[in-house]
């Protein structure tokens, strides 16, 4: 068991010391599939029913396509081994360039179950969606938003498939309101088809435009024997293994363009560990964090993949994943270089 003090970091309780379980009796391990496919029915009040169809296979092809009460579509988005891409007019239009996370593809377990020991989230009961058996969980905000403690007027009510994890209901209510239902109609862990994720029909490059940030390049692909010599290493365990690399190029709130290497770490399962060095902070509120080695950190929970920040060496490292308590582990692959 790995203790740890916590203390909200741009708000909440301050000075609770709390600990990270090895198991969690109410929400149970699960085995995340390497692909999966899920449609949502999202209903909120005043505005008319939609549909959103979510396909992923682990680690970097997603596609979400959100449809209205018609069948048209709204809006969607696509990550593949190209780049990151959106949906303008029926074509897929670039926004940027190498490997990210799989679009739309939510593993909440991990973050949640660390987030029920920090009395950040607690387990409500069970239900069934599809016919299959899943787990309430409730903390205040949805899936797309960092983990936060809920109250009576702002909570969320998840339930987790017992099998896979994946999200299968979420009610999100706002000030005491009813603001969204979004409950699965169709699931399968059936893989989907490669083909599936080709950016096709394909429209323009938005690069920087879409962004609106001139003078700011796409994320640049790096092979891996191209990687510049950095102040830290990252040395993996655990069957992790260096997958690729990306010159990641964004914009300080002053204007400043900033630069941060990421490294993509895979293991046999498709796992992604993120590890970016440079200019890299979190988003959302953190929480203060003892990592092996003595060192400290803080760590940002999020039902897509959360965030674990530490300095080595006089840098920022950023490492993101789908479980908050490997990144506390996989800290120690970051050493300074020499």
């Known amino acids: 068991m790995l203790a740890a003090a916590l203390v909200a970091v741009g708000g909440g309780v301050a000075g609770v010391v709390l600990a990270w379980p090895s198991d969690n009796a109410h929400l149970g391990a699960v085995v995340e599939p390497p692909g999966y496919h ?113 109250t009576k007027s702002d909570h969320t009510d998840l339930c987790l498939d017992q099998q896979t994890g994946v999200i299968l209901r979420e009610a999100w209510t706002l000030k005491g309101k009813l603001a969204q239902l979004r409950v699965a109609i169709d699931f399968t862990t059936t893989p989907p088809s490669a083909n599936l994720f080709a950016a096709a029909p394909s429209g323009p490059d938005l690069g920087v435009e879409y962004a609106g940030q001139p003078g700011v390049p796409h994320d640049t692909p790096l092979p891996i024997d191209k990687i510049p010599p950095l102040p830290v290493r990252v040395t993996p365990t655990g069957g992790y293994q260096l997958n690729g690399a990306l010159l990641e190029n964004v914009v300080s709130p002053n204007g400043d363009p900033l630069s941060t290497i990421v490294q993509h770490f895979v293991n046999g399962s498709g796992d992604l560990v993120d590890v970016k060095i440079g200019d890299a902070s979190a988003t959302g509120t953190s929480y203060p964090v003892s990592l092996p080695g003595g060192r400290t950190g803080h760590v940002t929970y999020d039902l897509t993949a959360s965030q674990l920040v530490l300095s080595v060496a006089g840098r920022n490292v950023l490492l993101e994943g789908t479980d908050p308590q490997l990144l506390i582990r996989a800290s120690a692959w970051v050493q300074p270089t020499g």
């Open 38 to 150: 899920v449609v949502y029915r999202i209903t909120s009040p005043g505005a008319g029913a939609r549909q959103e169809a979510r396909d992923v296979r682990r680690p970097y092809d997603g596609r979400t396509m959100t449809s209205d009460a018609n069948g048209q579509p709204i809006q969607g988005s696509l990550t593949n081994e190209q780049g990151s891409f959106l949906l303008e007019q029926g074509k897929w239009d670039k926004v940027t360039d190498g490997l990210h996370r799989a679009a739309g593809d939510e593993s909440a377990v991990p973050a949640l179950r660390a987030a029920v020991s920090q009395r950040l989230a607690r387990v409500t009961g069970y239900s069934t969606v599809l016919g299959r058996r899943c787990t309430v969980v409730r903390t205040r905000n949805p899936a797309g938003a960092t983990v936060a403690a809920p």
